[in-house]
């Protein structure tokens, strides 16, 4: 089974707001506000991570 990107990302954010909200919920808004920056650091750590991969190799030999 293939699941389509937009679904994907859908899930994601779906998973991020809906556990902010219940650790906000359940443990109080202090709580809530460490969940979002942890997510934050989560999501730019990946973001960081998936543009150095899609870098195209650069060769170092000059074509000349």
């Avoid at 954010?13 to 219940?22: A, R």
């Amino acid at each position: 089974m293939v699941i389509q990107r937009s679904t994907l990302e859908f899930l994601l954010v779906t998973l991020i707001l809906g556990s902010i909200m219940v650790t906000t919920l359940y443990l109080g808004h202090g709580a809530g506000v460490l969940a979002f920056l942890i997510w934050g650091v989560v999501l730019a750590i990946y973001l960081k991570r998936k543009s150095k991969v899609t870098e195209p190799r650069r060769e170092d030999s000059d074509p000349s």
